[in-house]
């Protein structure tokens, strides 16, 4: 039997140090492939061997690691608002500093904890303590006798530190504050998932679907390709189509991020999870659920886990080395100061998940919100590349320019009318996707010139198409194509002016030359000036137009270019960067360009939405043709780099700080054990900064 992918919901999972435990105990399982574990969406993405392995095999070893797999993945929360969001941060934030006071002012201030020692039983105070703890400890004993250390199993070991020495009220109050430090670290995740599931509320559950004359509303997964979906004022598209009749006005923010609506006629492809806000649309199914644009943008932002980042690879690393050496200190601390109460200390003051979240939190808060503005990120590794990236490499056609080039020069060679000359050229143009070739059929539908079914069709990429008209073989395209385009003197001036020109042979014969131009989007000057400020040092324009084309092109822009290229010859110059150390991101249309998207350490395709090639090929996708968009991911990839590095530094200064004070006597258990959950808070809180991105 081949290999299956199965998605398996997994519940109970709280911080990235969870993943790792599920990821280890599923990666075990004689016949399983490979597998993601992702915090954000509470699921792995299994490939096995479905003749060795299944899901009840799967589940056993999730719950031997302490976790569970769930009938179906985490409902959806309630979109949140930030105002509500930062309130109830507040509120934690108050509620932690107010318990900690409390104990220090007026526990242990008033004696409280002595009279609680002496008064009441220690037997009935170690029932307390084991009832209260139960889970917690039945998940140390668990990873302990998989020769696992947790990070609650430090707290355990404090927990048992005060009740050998008869202090049950202190491990009573350790066991209270292990509990305060789990809610916070729930609450502390769930702000990295919320952002990624307030995407996922945006999909439409159910269409509106016409059979047989009547409307028919259908739960989204029982609508088919090719099913004609009625969409009325206000409601939400729930397919990828095309609009067949009616008009509307429709607020695609969903999957472009912007909030100009466009208007919607027949003949219009449509998105699943954009609204109609005026009017009603009769729309044939292309695509459904998970196949949609938005479908596709939902996936990959669940999956960008996948895609860590270097620093976030260096932090699991310390993590898993910091409990180890944590216990180190314990044993330092008891064999030179014979203090048992300092040595639990230092095991309660340690708090590992705070590592573990410094990275993750951040980049599953900026590439959620990212998301809802139209700029989809693959991954935390593409935002630190792209936060370090010095190389800025731009194709032209469909990236710098608006794509919709226009034909301003039709020129006969051998006497061809110039209706001959367009209709030749449209037919052999017919099956190009080029928007040169778009240009062409264009200008001969509205000069009306009769369109012929071409035989033997072929593009060459980089450099035109072949076709056989009317039993005549015609080539045309650029000079590679048409070598004997180089002695024509007409062309010079033409290219001065910028245009781009493709030529065209009938039999070998040069009969016509097509000049086209093409427009400059309006924000890309100010759009490279301010990428200049944010690290780019070079910017260099890839082209396969002529080198006058290009050269005109660049010095208005200020940039270097290169000229006549083949899709080939941009891998080899992104590969030429990257061999002298350069950090190189290559922005293009994502069709001719997909292969040096792929190749450039960030590749970046300009309006993405509802184009396959652009959304697989590159690591970030603008969902909208607008240049704005590229100094915004700079600046939010930058952004969420020195919040990671600021939420490394402060967890690293303050476990420091904090394990100093605890191995000197300094700090009590009661008091260290209700600090260790405070990191986290200051995690979440810098990190939520991220979910209001400007």
Request: aromatic share 4%; charged share 20%.
């Given at each position: 039997m081949p290999n299956q992918t199965l998605e398996v919901p997994i519940s109970g999972m709280d911080c990235a140090e969870c993943t790792q435990h599920v990821q280890h105990a599923i990666e075990k399982i004689p016949g399983v492939q490979s597998v993601n574990v992702f915090l954000a969406t509470e699921k792995a993405i299994v490939r096995l061997d479905p003749a060795k392995v299944d899901l009840p095999v799967i589940r056993t070893a999730v719950q031997g690691a302490g976790y569970d797999v769930s009938a179906s993945n985490s409902p959806m929360l309630a979109p949140v608002s930030t105002s509500d969001f930062n309130r109830r941060l507040t509120l934690l934030l108050v509620s932690v500093f107010a318990i900690i006071l409390s104990v220090v002012i007026f526990g242990e201030g008033l004696g409280w904890f002595d009279f609680l020692n002496e008064r009441v039983p220690f037997l009935l105070g170690f029932v307390i303590v084991i009832a209260g703890g139960y889970s917690v400890f039945m998940n140390v004993i668990r990873a302990t006798l998989k020769r696992q250390i947790i990070s609650h199993t430090l707290m355990t070991l404090g927990v048992i530190a005060a009740l050998v020495v008869g202090q049950w009220v202190t491990a009573a109050l350790v066991v209270i504050f292990m509990r305060v430090g789990d809610y916070v670290e729930n609450f502390t995740t769930e702000?990295?998932?919320?952002?990624?599931?307030?995407?996922?509320?945006?999909?439409?559950?159910?269409?509106?679907?016409?059979?047989?004359?009547?409307?028919?509303?259908?739960?989204?997964?029982?609508?088919?390709?090719?099913?004609?979906?009625?969409?009325?004022?206000?409601?939400?598209?729930?397919?990828?189509?095309?609009?067949?009749?009616?008009?509307?006005?429709?607020?695609?923010?969903?999957?472009?991020?912007?909030?100009?609506?466009?208007?919607?006629?027949?003949?219009?492809?449509?998105?699943?999870?954009?609204?109609?806000?005026?009017?009603?649309?009769?729309?044939?199914?292309?695509?459904?659920?998970?196949?949609?644009?938005?479908?596709?943008?939902?996936?990959?932002?669940?999956?960008?886990?996948?895609?860590?980042?270097?620093?976030?690879?260096?932090?699991?690393k310390f993590s898993a080395w910091y409990l180890p050496v944590v216990a180190v200190i314990a044993t330092l601390t008891f064999l030179f100061t014979r203090n048992p109460l300092s040595t639990a200390a230092v095991l309660l003051v340690a708090c590992s998940c705070s590592f573990a979240l410094a990275t993750p939190v951040a980049m599953l808060a900026s590439i959620g919100a990212s998301a809802k503005r139209g700029l989809l990120i693959k991954g935390g590794k593409y935002l630190e590349l792209l936060a370090r990236a010095d190389v800025l490499l731009v194709d032209k056609t469909g990236t710098l320019t608006l794509g919709q080039p226009q034909v301003t020069d039709v020129i006969s060679l051998n006497g061809l009318s110039r209706n001959e000359l367009l209709s030749i050229a449209a037919s052999a143009e017919r099956y190009s996707e080029h928007p040169l070739a778009e240009a062409v059929r264009r200008l001969a539908r509205e000069e009306n010139s009769s369109l012929i079914e071409p035989k033997d069709f072929e593009s060459v990429p980089g450099q035109g198409v072949r076709a056989v008209i009317d039993a005549r073989h015609i080539a045309i395209g650029n000079r590679r194509m048409i070598p004997a385009a180089e002695t024509l003197a007409m062309t010079a001036e033409l290219e001065a002016q910028g245009k781009t020109l493709l030529f065209m042979e009938s039999d070998k014969e040069l009969v016509g030359v097509f000049a086209a131009s093409d427009t400059l989007r309006s924000e890309v000057p100010a759009a490279l000036k301010e990428v200049r400020t944010l690290g780019i040092r070079h910017i260099e324009l890839l082209t396969g137009d002529n080198e006058r084309t290009a050269s005109t092109l660049a010095?208005?822009?200020?940039?270097?270019?290169?000229?006549?290229?083949?899709?080939?010859?941009?891998?080899?110059?992104?590969?030429?960067?990257?061999?002298?150390?350069?950090?190189?991101?290559?922005?293009?249309?994502?069709?001719?360009?997909?292969?040096?998207?792929?190749?450039?350490?960030?590749?970046?395709?300009?309006?993405?939405?509802?184009?396959?090639?652009?959304?697989?090929?590159?690591?970030?996708?603008?969902?909208?043709?607008?240049?704005?968009?590229?100094?915004?991911?700079?600046?939010?990839?930058?952004?969420?780099?020195?919040?990671?590095?600021?939420?490394?530094?402060?967890?690293?200064?303050?476990?420091?700080?904090?394990?100093?004070?605890?191995?000197?006597?300094?700090?009590?258990?009661?008091?260290?054990?209700?600090?260790?959950?405070?990191?986290?808070?200051?995690?979440?809180?810098?990190?939520?900064?991220?979910?209001?991105?400007?």
């Open positions: 702000s990295a998932r919320r952002a990624v599931k307030e995407l996922t509320s945006l999909a439409p559950q159910t269409a509106r679907v016409e059979q047989m004359g009547l409307e028919i509303e259908l739960p989204i997964a029982q609508v088919k390709v090719g099913d004609i979906v009625i969409v009325r004022p206000g409601e939400k598209i729930a397919v990828d189509g095309e609009v067949i009749s009616g008009q509307a006005t429709v607020d695609q923010s969903a999957i472009t991020g912007e909030s100009m609506p466009v208007e919607a006629a027949s003949g219009t492809h449509v998105y699943a999870a954009t609204i109609a806000k005026l009017g009603s649309l009769r729309i044939r199914t292309d695509r459904i659920g998970v196949d949609t644009t938005f479908g596709r943008v939902v996936k990959m932002v669940e999956e960008a886990e996948a895609h860590r980042a270097n620093v976030q690879r260096i932090a699991d010095e208005k822009l200020g940039v270097s270019y290169r000229a006549n290229l083949l899709p080939e010859n941009k891998i080899n110059i992104v590969k030429e960067y990257q061999a002298k150390g350069h950090v190189v991101v290559m922005i293009g249309d994502g069709v001719n360009d997909a292969p040096a998207l792929a190749q450039a350490d960030i590749g970046i395709a300009m309006g993405a939405a509802g184009t396959d090639v652009a959304i697989e090929a590159a690591h970030i996708a603008l969902m909208r043709e607008d240049w704005n968009l590229v100094p915004d991911v700079l600046k939010i990839a930058k952004r969420t780099m020195r919040i990671v590095k600021t939420n490394l530094a402060f967890t690293t200064i303050y476990n420091v700080f904090g394990l100093s004070l605890a191995a000197f006597g300094i700090l009590p258990p009661v008091l260290a054990a209700a600090a260790q959950s405070l990191p986290d808070i200051g995690i979440m809180g810098n990190s939520a900064r991220l979910l209001k991105q400007k």
